[in-house]
């Protein structure tokens, strides 16, 4: 079971990223997947989640109306697209995976990625 957040980098504010999450060695189809940040000095924070069959969608208050979760289970696969990016939201982002709906606490998500560097800087 490994899942592998990509799509990071230095973006200015205001501008656009998409990050994406590869899930191999399970279907991912009976598991809610979540999108989290931990900036230096911070707790791990949700960000965004989809649930298992892609049709519902929370978000922090922070992401709302700027950044969209989407999934194709098909493909493995999740992505978070970031719109609007301010240097707040420069943070080391996760994707997790878990056995059931969508929350924002880290300790109940069962499997993580490494995390991909995301940087909102002009």
């Known amino acids: 079971v490994q899942l592998q957040a990509f799509g990071g980098g230095l973006v200015q504010p205001g501008g656009s990223l998409r990050l994406s999450c590869a899930i191999s060695g399970f279907r991912v189809d009976h598991y809610a997947i979540g999108w989290f940040r931990q900036a230096p000095g911070t707790e791990r924070g949700g960000v965004a989640c989809?649930?298992?069959?892609?049709?519902?969608?929370y978000y922090s208050q922070g992401a709302k109306d700027r950044f969209t979760v989407s999934r194709d289970n098909a493909k493995n696969t999740v992505w978070l697209q970031m719109n609007a990016v301010k240097p707040e939201d420069t943070a080391l982002y996760y994707c997790?995976?878990?056995?059931?709906?969508?929350?924002?606490?880290?300790?109940?998500?069962?499997?993580w990625g490494q995390g991909t560097q995301v940087t909102v800087s002009s």
């Open positions: 997790a995976v878990r056995y059931s709906t969508c929350n924002f606490r880290a300790a109940q998500y069962d499997t």
């Open positions: 989809v649930n298992e069959d892609g049709g519902r969608f």
